[in-house]
Structure formats: C-alpha cells, structure tokens
C-alpha cells in the first residue's frame, strides 16, 4: 500500500520557524516527487513546494520561496518542510503527496504538481 504520511505540525507563534516531515513507503522513492500542499479553512488547496527525489530538484511556489525550503532523505524515506518567519497566513492543514513536478517557463514561474496519491495532512497554526 502507497502511504504519505505527514508529521510535526502544531502551534507556533508569528515569526517562528517549523519542520513538517512526511514519511513514505509502499512504493519506489526515487521514482517519484513528493510536494508538499496545504489549504486553510474556506480556501482552495495550494502547491507549496515539491522536490524530485530522482534529482533533488526542488520547486516552489513563487511567494513563499526563501521562507520554505523541502529537502529528503531517500535512505529514510522521508521529505521534509522547513518554514520561516511564519505568519497568521500559513496557518492550514499541510499535506504531502507522491507524483511529478514539473517546472513552468521561467518567466511565468512556479511549476505543475501532477499528484497520484495523497497523505492526510497535519495541521499547522500561527497565532499569538
């Protein structure tokens, strides 16, 4: 069975930092990308960051790039979410799912997340 399983959100104060992981198993790492999503009560659900565990090529969403970074580790399975300076606005479920990215033109920016399976998310939440 393919599993993502998303870990270590909570509570923290504006300003603060956080590390989500999501553990994977049920089918081959380094085949696939794994993103990371979230969506906040009332809104729709938006790509995050995405990373390809073939290359560690990483992509991100153009307004949260330099204060959320994705990393792996395809000996653990694992893909990470570190997040800055978090503010009120960050404050959703995040979820992690396995698939492929794609990057758009660089002039348009950002890149397409083409997701097969999904994990249930964690929840994230910035307030004072």
């Known amino acids: 069975d393919v599993q993502l399983q998303a870990s270590g959100g909570g509570s923290v104060q504006p300003g603060g930092s956080l590390r989500i992981s999501c553990q994977a198993s049920?089918?081959?790492?380094?085949?696939?990308?794994i993103g990371w999503f979230r969506q906040a009560p009332g809104k729709k659900r938006e790509e995050v960051a995405c990373?390809?565990?073939?290359?560690?090529?990483?992509f991100y969403t153009d307004n949260l790039k330099g204060r959320f970074f994705i990393s792996n580790d395809n000996a653990k399975r694992m893909v990470y979410l570190q997040m800055y300076s978090l503010n009120p606005d960050d404050t959703a479920t995040y979820f992690c799912?396995?698939?492929?990215?794609?990057?758009?033109?660089?002039?348009?920016?950002?890149?397409?997340?083409?997701?097969?399976?999904w994990g249930k998310g964690t929840q994230v939440t910035v307030s004072s």
């Open positions: 990373i390809d565990n073939n290359n560690g090529r990483t």
């Open positions: 049920g089918f081959i790492f380094d085949d696939w990308a």
């Open positions: 799912a396995a698939g492929r990215c794609t990057a758009y033109p660089r002039h348009i920016g950002g890149y397409d997340a083409d997701m097969d399976y």
